[in-house]
């Protein structure tokens, strides 16, 4: 089973340090979408691409984050100077392009 | 500004019971309203989906109910199973658009055996 793969599973970090989580979409979906998760909530856009191209950033990505997708293929969502207020849960989606939007199990953020 | 608002924040049924979990939006360009299904630990997974030419779609133990006019929608958990707690968002989006889905806050649903 190729679903969207997420790493690492679990990152855990003090604060002001940088941190990356990689996503592997399914392949053949041209779209990619990062979301994050805070306990008890639902999960919030971030951002998403269409091949290699960043089509829409939310405002709750503020200039520590960066997210690229070189060639289509695999993204990155990279976070600098993590604060304490970035631990959360942090989810890729892609897409076929049929509503349906395919998940990861997530990579966990906790800023100590 | 909540666009999708979810209710009850938690729900708790005995075993063979029915669920109900209502959403209601607010963003008329919505086309597509699915409801996801998440375990602990894992990512949220679709587990029936509606759009807004049907009033009600059923797929085994789930059905949708939809309501255009009054914006709300709703899952119907028949027959509830031990193996239905999890926590249940529903979703929306317009498909013309960025496809990006608008999540509610989730209900944590108890099935008690």
């Known amino acids: 089973d190729t679903g969207v793969s997420q790493n690492p599973r679990h990152k855990i970090t003090k604060r002001g340090q940088n941190v990356t989580f990689r996503c592997d979409p399914i392949?053949?979906?041209?779209?990619l979408y990062w979301y994050r998760q805070t306990l008890g909530q639902g999960p919030e856009f971030l951002t998403y691409?269409?091949?290699?191209?960043?089509?829409?950033k939310s405002r709750l990505l503020s200039d520590r984050f960066s997210a690229e997708r070189p060639k289509g293929s695999f993204s990155t969502l990279e976070i600098q100077r993590t604060e304490q207020g970035d631990s959360a849960m942090y989810l890729c989606?892609?897409?076929?392009?049929?509503?349906?939007?395919?998940f990861g199990e997530g990579s966990r953020l906790t800023v100590l | 500004q909540q666009q999708v608002k979810q209710s009850p924040q938690s729900l708790i049924v005995q075993k063979g019971g029915i669920s109900i979990i209502n959403c209601a939006y607010e963003?008329?360009?919505?086309?597509?309203f699915p409801w996801y299904q998440q375990f602990p630990g894992k990512g949220p997974a679709l587990l029936i989906a509606?759009?807004?030419?049907?009033s009600e779609k059923k797929e085994g133990r789930f059905t949708i109910s939809f309501n255009k006019s009054a914006k709300q929608f709703s899952l119907h958990i028949m027959d509830s199973q031990p193996g239905d707690s999890a926590t249940y968002f529903c979703?929306?989006?317009?498909?013309?658009?960025?496809?990006?889905?608008?999540f509610g806050k989730g209900t944590k649903l108890t099935v008690n055996p």
């Open positions: 979703a929306a989006s317009n498909q013309g658009g960025s496809e990006k889905l608008v």
């Open positions: 989606a892609s897409t076929p392009r049929t509503g349906e939007l395919f």
């Open positions: 691409f269409q091949n290699e191209a960043q089509l829409e």
């Open positions: 963003n008329t360009a919505f086309d597509y």
């Open positions: 509606i759009r807004p030419d049907v």
């Open positions: 392949s053949e979906h041209n779209r």
